[in-house]
């Protein structure tokens, strides 16, 4: 199906959407599986002034615990923002959405992972990392980097 570009200057209104009628520019919510983009909805907004944190976090290997907490810096907006974050991890960037696989080996009879989470306060930026695992000196300590966009809107 071929996609359409509208724009009414006297609604006001823009659309991007799969284009058969003009039904998903009109009633956007009755059509949401051709709607692409509309000017209806509130979109959560990324901007270039918007706070941007690099880092590198380092997985232990030598630490025997399961749960840790990795504080990767101030997000410098007022209240808690909406933050995307990714982690760089085979060759590849990963959303970090949800609880993310990082590492994983294999011991004799049983598959090890470590995870991390994204999560934020009304200040800093986190990342907690999980492991199924109690893993002292199981593997060497590795560095993943990580990138976190936080938004300009808040909760």
Not at 20 to 32: I, K
Not at 58 to 76: E, K, L, M, P
Not at 97 to 106: A, R
Not at 108 to 133: D, K, M
Request: aromatic share 12%; hydrophobic share 40%; net charge neutral.
């Amino acid at each position: 199906m071929a996609m359409r570009f509208r724009a009414d200057g006297t609604i006001p209104r823009a659309a991007i959407y799969e284009a058969s009628d003009d039904a998903p520019f009109s009633a956007p919510r009755s059509n949401l599986s051709r709607v692409k983009f509309h000017t209806d909805f509130d979109y959560i907004s990324f901007n270039s002034g918007a706070p941007t944190i690099n880092t590198t976090v380092t997985v232990n290997g030598s630490d025997g615990h399961y749960q840790f907490t990795h504080d990767i810096g101030a997000h410098g907006t007022a209240g808690t923002p909406f933050c995307f974050g990714r982690v760089f991890v085979s060759g590849a960037w990963q959303p970090l959405t949800g609880t993310v696989p990082v590492i994983q080996f294999v011991s004799p009879g049983e598959t090890n992972l470590i995870c991390f989470n994204l999560a934020v306060s009304s200040t800093r930026v986190y990342i907690i990392e999980t492991r199924s695992f109690n893993s002292s000196g199981a593997f060497p300590s590795t560095a993943l980097s990580v990138q976190v966009y936080v938004s300009r809107q808040v909760a």
